[in-house]
């Protein structure tokens, strides 16, 4: 999981990217990264942490041009402590390309074999960010001859990228002199969405983001998603040209972008975050209400800010007073995207605090928006114990996370997952809870499908069935073996 963004504008683009790129920090924290464009010259600025950290305003002064780009990072290939795998990636030809990517490669290996045995390009990174910008560049240097260069050569080089890479990508490159491009894999896992705004002399200025909060944020109006398999190709001038690349496309995007990681006032795949997590809440209460005696819980808490909208309407539901007893430390990252279960485990106390007046002698239902390996689900069931709790009830607004994520989520290893080859009980017993609920798989279905014309989600961490068709045993063996230390 990334965040990225684009932007085509007639003025100066560097504060439009940093700001954006602060709106989508929630996305990734590991590194960041903004590339401008004036006219054919390129200028990179690259640095670890989060926004503010990585920018000095010598930094922005040096990112000139009306083109740019950006990319914070959270590292599911590669190393997070790397830092020349931070975003954006650069090649020199054709023309010069600069991109960005959020998602995963998931056949890395034949790619990296064919890059180097077949086209001759080097790779510096283990980075698959790296791989997809070099794979593109040598489709495109295979359409074109000379110094011309128009949109069908571009959109056949990506159509060259769709039949040979796979796994889920977002992308957004410049190719200097020419425009900006925006593509996404043929299911449309990871999210990207358009935005515009009119000058008042007829200009069109445009921006592509991993999120519709920036369009909103910023003062443009939203056009709608790229579509999965689409090129989006902006002109330096504002002209914007699209055509579908992918000869069956189909739109399966990710079902952990509404349960966690998107931002609830963002709309993903024409479904608003917020309400499919207020949807989320009124599936898991039914649920709830079915397992556990009512008696058993006296107060809702959620752990904020992401299952707020879920435990709301768990309490609404239950006809339970809905209480924050958890209090948040805001200049703490998310302890999801954090690198090392130690850093988790040290994140959640320094992130969180219980209000001991909330939870003495009462019996809680605590409610999140999912339990991946468990690590901050025991911390918070030991805060809850330690401020006087009678009884924890723990329930996830997800399903059991049982399988690896190869889509760009770092679950690479089925071990590291708390439910993985263990019944409800014995997870329960694991984070220290008196009684566990989780949603179930068709509820989370329904509740975030509902009133769109989305038919299927992206879901294999929680069945184990992934959408690309090419994810093997051995291949997810083989990430196991190469995950992040």
Not at 143 to 151: A, I, K, N
Not at 161 to 181: D, F, N, P, T
Request: contains cysteine; proline residues 5%; aromatic residues 8%.
């Amino acid at each position: 999981m990334c965040g990225i963004v684009g932007i085509v504008s007639s003025d100066p683009v560097n504060q439009l990217v940093y700001d954006s790129l602060l709106l989508l920090q929630h996305r990734g924290q590991d590194s960041t990264g903004i590339a401008t464009a004036e006219g054919s010259t390129f200028h990179i600025v690259k640095a670890k942490g989060q926004v503010r950290e990585g920018f000095r305003t010598r930094d922005m002064r040096s990112l000139l041009g009306t083109m740019g780009l950006g990319h914070v990072r959270y590292a599911t290939r590669g190393s997070a402590s790397q830092e020349q795998e931070a975003q954006p990636f650069y090649v020199n030809a054709p023309y010069g390309i600069i991109l960005v990517h959020n998602g995963n490669l998931t056949n890395t290996r034949e790619l990296t074999s064919e890059l180097y045995n077949i086209d001759r390009r080097h790779l510096n990174t283990d980075s698959d960010t790296e791989l997809l910008l070099n794979i593109f560049a040598n489709e495109l240097q295979s359409q074109v001859s000379g110094l011309s260069l128009d949109p069908d050569q571009i959109f056949t080089a990506v159509s060259r990228v769709h039949e040979r890479v796979e796994g889920s990508y977002a992308a957004i490159a410049m190719i200097a002199g020419h425009g900006l491009l925006a593509f996404r894999d043929p299911f449309g896992i990871r999210p990207l969405t358009i935005g515009s705004r009119l000058l008042e002399n007829g200009q069109m200025e445009y921006v592509v983001a991993s999120e519709s909060l920036v369009m909103e944020s910023l003062g443009y109006t939203v056009l709608r998603d790229v579509a999965p398999g689409e090129a989006v190709f902006i002109t330096l001038d504002g002209e914007l040209i699209t055509k579908q690349c992918a000869p069956n496309p189909v739109l399966v995007p990710c079902s952990f972008e509404y349960v966690y990681l998107a931002r609830p006032d963002s709309v993903m795949s024409g479904i608003s975050v917020y309400e499919a997590r207020l949807r989320l809440g009124n599936y898991l209460a039914d649920t709830v209400a079915r397992y556990t005696p009512m008696g058993d819980i006296d107060v809702v808490m959620p752990i904020p800010d992401s299952s707020r909208p879920a435990a709301m309407q768990v309490a609404q539901k239950l006809g339970v007073e809905y209480r924050e007893g958890f209090y948040k430390n805001r200049y703490v990252g998310r302890t999801f995207i954090m690198p090392g279960q130690a850093a988790r485990k040290k994140s959640v106390r320094q992130k969180l605090n219980a209000m001991s007046s909330e939870f003495k002698g009462k019996n809680i239902l605590i409610v999140d928006d999912s339990i991946v390996r468990g690590t901050t689900s025991k911390e918070i069931v030991d805060m809850a114990r330690a401020a006087g709790a009678n009884k924890v009830t723990f329930a996830s607004a997800a399903p059991p996370v049982r399988y690896p994520h190869v889509y760009g989520i770092n679950m690479p290893s089925r071990h590291e997952l708390v439910a993985h080859d263990r019944k409800i009980p014995e997870i329960a017993q694991a984070i220290g809870a008196d009684h566990l609920i989780y949603q179930e798989v068709e509820d989370m279905r329904r509740a975030i499908t509902l009133g769109s014309d989305i038919t299927d989600l992206e879901m294999s961490c929680f069945t184990g069935e992934y959408v690309t068709g090419t994810v093997t045993p051995e291949y997810l063996a083989w990430v196991e073996r190469n995950q992040l230390s």
